[in-house]
């Protein structure tokens, strides 16, 4: 008896297992996804069809998905019509300076605020919060005026200036601090830490996660901006990808799968900086519910 009871349960597990396997919501829930998914991603495979495509395929009619012979030389032409190495380069280098230089700025402010006291700190707190509520236009023109006069016009650091530190950074980076405990901080101290090894020994890889989010944003940002580095530049050698781009959209007219093959490549950093923290982005959205 014992033996077929044993059996008769396995049984039903098996069919519970079956049931939730074969769920048709679930089912239709994945299809739902999956066709959210593909209209996201038409846009950028348009793009990407649309670089491969002759000039006259471009303009066919009916629209034509796919090129009857892809163009791959569409990108070498479009990267050789301008110094496009040049301003990858330059946009290279500013973001990766600027994304280093916001999160260290970022997680020191965040661990100041979160884990010490000192006077003024909610007042101070809630005035850098009030700075997230400040749009860009409004600063243009006096972070313009402070660069000019430091004599950083048309200089690397003068285009990395606005981005040198992140407001939502050091929110992000208070708000998944919160989740430490104080405890941790306080054994440390007993077994001789200072300060900065805290920041370092412990600080800094609980934050793996939350830092990986914010460089995601700062990059990706600094990686399209185009307003501050057109004002700021004031030669060609100085040009951003995306300022680079915008002039030659102009001189090409409508050679439109020569823009799209150099907007397909203006991507291509972006897409890998989030496929190599991508794991971290999803911890980092994970444990935003475990805060306390």
Known sequence: MEITSTRIQSQRESLQRCRVRFDPWRILLYIALTVLALITLFPFIWMVLMALKTPAEVFE??????????????????????????????????SIGTTVATLFTASTAGFAFEKYNFRFKRPLFMLVL???MLPPQVTLIPTYLLVRNLGLVNTYLGLMVPGLTSVFGIFLIRQFLQSVPDELLDAARI???NDWSIYTLIILPLLKPALAVLAIFTFTNMWNSFLWPLIVSDSREMYT??????????????????????????????????????????????MSGLNR
């Open 61 to 94: 009619w009916p629209i034509q998905l796919l090129p009857d012979n892809p163009q791959w030389s569409n990108f070498a032409e479009a990267w050789a019509r301008q110094p496009f190495t040049r301003y990858f380069q330059n946009t290279l280098f500013i």
């Open 130 to 132: 009030m700075l997230l």
């Open 191 to 193: 077994d001789g830490c």
């Open 241 to 286: 990808l995306q300022v680079g781009i915008a002039f030659f959209s102009s001189q090409t007219g409508t050679e439109y799968q020569l823009m799209m093959a150099v907007a397909v490549i203006s991507l291509l950093p972006v897409i890998i900086m989030y496929v190599l923290f991508q794991r971290y982005f999803v911890s980092s959205a994970a």
